[in-house]
């Protein structure tokens, strides 16, 4: 049982949704989030092959290759996997216990037993399409059970798995009923990467605490120091690799589409931007609510806050919420300091083409990323990569993995509004020359430190591994 492709990456996700108008029309779009964003030009220049779900129940197209030359290669999900596996286990379970318990996760046997299921299927698909001896990437949380599966499946192959969000200290990751199915399930692979050493460090920390596994070596960034070595003698070769963007992607800037942009925002005096899927870890009523009391201070003359904010799993109660409140919110600081034709908050729940994101990025004095808890956030990188000139301001969390690299940005502890408010004003009243420094020295960082290098830095890793 095996294909011809040499190199797969397995995700939840394709990189484009599929869509069918009413008069059964299909069409593809890109489908949201991070992962995709980075792993796109990845795939394109190894010329690869992409197992994932199409982003719509019970369809699987027939594989076919895009413009770009990417095999994608759809999985069938049913409507019961959509809801137990994806919005259950992954959404409602492992999202939030991975993300520190912003909000309470929920454990459920059923959910569990689709993520088993699901992640079953996926390890089949991918066990169908790759050759003899291929390199496999599989992705994130959704799928941490695919290695260990697929490495009964297939012996032969090459197995590398990238964990895209954070990974929990022991004693929360201790709370999931599964914890030693998923421990299991993760060291099918060669090598384990995280975002970071921190994350690296709790996963051997786990390891360390759990029967039968020997933990050697310590978390390093773009090495392979720490191993662990399994019940059967296998070892797994842990390490931290920040993921990064790929400038390119972000396309060429519009001529004059700052000054459009601008004139249509009132011409203000300070364009603060936000950027997000929307959801409840981004911390974006906070910055709303950062923004409203130095408007009510009088600290923020002339400045308009523009937050642009993705659709993203509407259907999760939790996500219902975060959106009632910024949309609240947003209501209720225009209700207050803005006027007839001029808002003071410009609201978009929408998708938008990476060139316009990249004209938003531009005008932007200002970047607010404020999340509580951040596996890396790619938007502050992609923001940074729009100021080759070292103009702008990056305000950040501590808690996102970003900061570990970007830590001249004016970081803030989001969980205090004093300080969202504080790096906020610094943001926009700080000293010109001091800013642009530290706007430099970050866009030299994200410009050597691309999506290419990360990918290569793992997938070198991989190689030498085995
Ligand atoms: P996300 O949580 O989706 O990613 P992030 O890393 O910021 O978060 O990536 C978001 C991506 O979506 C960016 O490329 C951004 O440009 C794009 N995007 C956001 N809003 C958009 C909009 N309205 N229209 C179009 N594009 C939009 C997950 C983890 C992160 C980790 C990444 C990659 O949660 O911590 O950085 O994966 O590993």
Known sequence: MSGDNSFVVVANRLPVDLHTAPDGTRTWTPS?????AALSPVLEHQQGCWVGWPGVPDEAPEPFRTDAGVLLHPVRLTQGDFEGFYEGFSNASLWPLYHDLIVTPEYHREWWARYRDVNLLFAQEVAEVAAEGATVWVQDYQLQLVPGILRQLRPDLRIGFFLHIPFPG???????????????????????????????????????????LTVSGTAATRRTDAHVTTHDGRSVAVGAFPISIDVDSLGEGT??????????????????LGVDRLDYTKGILQRLLAFEELLEAGALEGAVLLQIATPSRERI????????????????????????????????????????????????????VTPFKDGMNLVAKEYVACHPDGSGALVLSEFAGAAVELHQAN?????????????????????????RERMLAMHAQVSEYDVDRWAEAFLSALGEHR
């Open 32 to 36: 949201p989030g991070g992962l995709v």
């Open 170 to 212: 022991a004693d929360l990751f201790r709370q999931l009923p599964w914890r030693e199915e998923i421990i299991r399930g993760l060291l099918g692979a060669d090598l384990i990467g995280f975002h970071l050493e921190s994350n690296a460090r709790n996963f051997l920390d786990l390891c360390a605490g759990t029967e039968g």
């Open 255 to 272: 001529p004059g589409g700052v000054e459009k942009l601008r004139a249509e925002l009132g011409d203000p005096q300070t364009v603060i």
């Open 317 to 368: 109660d939790q996500y219902q919420v975060a959106r009632s409140q910024v949309e609240e919110a947003v209501g209720r600081i225009n209700g207050r300091f803005g006027s007839m034709g001029r808002p003071v908050v410009h609201y978009l729940h929408q998708s938008l083409p990476k060139s316009q994101l990249r004209t938003f990025y531009e005008a932007a004095d200002v970047m607010l």
């Open 411 to 435: 970081l803030c502890n989001p969980f205090d509004m004093e300080s969202i408010k504080r790096a906020l004003l610094t943001a926009v009243q700080g000293a010109p020359d001091v800013m």
